[in-house]
């Protein structure tokens, strides 16, 4: 099962922030928090990843609470490209180096509007 | 520098025949993590190879099945498919180390497998 709950869907119109919320406290002190979104019929495409601190690309801006048991994802700008699904991973490791599945909950379908 | 490459981009099959899908990750990645993604059940983890090994394994029948290439070209095969294997299959690559700043996974386009 997924390590993440989200809300099923929101609504941003365009040119303002949109903020995605992520809940995840039952993460534990090594595992990162990531971001991907997937347009519509296409890969997902990463996003933004984090593990304490607030993180910033030129894509988004990642918030993280102090406790980690949640997170927030800024689109500064959101444009009707925006459009998409969005999911918050908790990254599961297993053994030794980057050899972790990624374990998708339902994500966020984020309609931006003119 | 190239993506991930996935062929073919559209697949359809009948009951019972088997189908093998190709996945070629970015250059100099060695990890690549094959994704099965359904209306119903969204993306699932099917299993990962890195340098030629399977490392990581999903919860699906032994109907599907991979390999990873000295090349960390990667393909998957599903045998005697069955309707419910109507999916959209992707692929994602990394560099399978932790060490790099960026080890996010690079997800291909995907391929569309009907199966009627």
């Known amino acids: 099962d997924a390590k993440t709950t989200q809300p099923p869907s929101m609504d941003c119109a365009e040119g303002r922030a949109a903020n995605l919320p992520c809940n995840h406290s039952t993460i534990s002190g090594n595992e990162y928090v990531y971001w991907y979104r997937q347009i519509h019929s296409q890969g997902p495409q990463y996003i933004i990843h984090g593990l304490k601190n607030n993180e910033t690309n030129e894509m988004a801006s990642l918030i993280i609470t102090e406790d980690r048991k949640s997170s927030t994802l800024i689109l500064p700008h959101a444009t009707l490209r925006d459009t998409a699904v969005y999911y918050c991973?908790?990254?599961?490791?297993?053994?030794?180096?980057?050899?972790?599945?990624?374990?998708f909950g339902q994500g966020t379908t984020l309609q931006v509007k003119p | 520098k190239a993506g991930v490459t996935q062929t073919p981009r559209y697949l359809i099959k009948t009951r019972g025949q088997q189908v093998t899908l190709s996945c070629s990750p970015i250059?100099?990645?060695?990890?690549v993590s094959w994704y099965q993604q359904t209306p119903g059940q969204g993306l699932q983890f099917l299993f990962e190879y890195f340098s030629e090994t399977q490392r990581n394994k999903g919860n699906f029948p032994g109907r599907f099945s991979g390999r990873q290439f000295s090349n960390s070209r990667s393909e998957m095969n599903v045998s005697t498919l069955e309707l419910g294997d109507s999916a959209l299959y992707l692929c994602?690559?990394?560099?399978?180390?932790?060490?790099?700043?960026?080890?996010?996974?690079?997800f291909g386009s995907g391929t569309r497998l009907t199966v009627v």
């Open positions: 250059s100099g990645h060695r990890s």
């Open positions: 994602a690559s990394s560099t399978g180390f932790r060490a790099t700043p960026n080890y996010g996974y690079t």
């Open positions: 991973i908790v990254r599961v490791d297993v053994g030794q180096g980057n050899t972790g599945k990624l374990i």
